[in-house]
């Protein structure tokens, strides 16, 4: 861990003698979830359900069919859902889940699922945790994010994981949309 770790508030890591070490807070958001082993499960059902209290979000999950564009192939774009790349990893799994969701589609209709994800990595900043629920058949999966990126909307590249990871990602700067957020999570509990 880095110094001086969890037992200090990220705002005062500046001044670690000034500070008051804090313990570990309660979270209710967290009760019920217990550890798990990537290695407990194998092939899994796709999540159906996307929730994150920190943003406000809470929205049904589609599959995104692949689009036969006579010179190339592409994923069609979620429609007022958030799209799981059906490629891509199932919760619980060893992998990465990909999940895509418009900031705001003003011409086409197509939702705004992700309109409150920029304001992921300012509550990260500020050593928040953000947890993410993913719904399955199966039952719920814990995710907590830990990073945050924004690449070029052509340097975007889905890659896999060894570990049971999560990337949501959506399209930033708004009424410019040329760049891509990726928010990233790891898997932390099941219930």
Known sequence: RLFPGESIPFQDWAYPWAAEPSLPTYDPLTDGFLPIE???FASLSPATRVSIPAIG???DI???AILDLGYARAYETPKNVVGH???SANPGEAG???LFGHLESLIRGE???FH???KIPGLLREGQRVYIILETPQGEYLYEAGTTD???ETELELYQEDQPTLTLVTCVPRLVYDHRLLVTAELVGFK
Do not use: F, K, Q, T
């Open 111 to 113: 939702g705004s699922i």
């Open 38 to 40: 990537p290695s407990a």
């Open 96 to 98: 990465n889940i990909w």
């Open 150 to 152: 924004v690449l070029h």
């Open 116 to 118: 409150n994800l920029p």
């Open 57 to 59: 979000l809470d929205a």
């Open 85 to 87: 790349i059906p490629e």
């Open 62 to 64: 589609g599959e995104l």
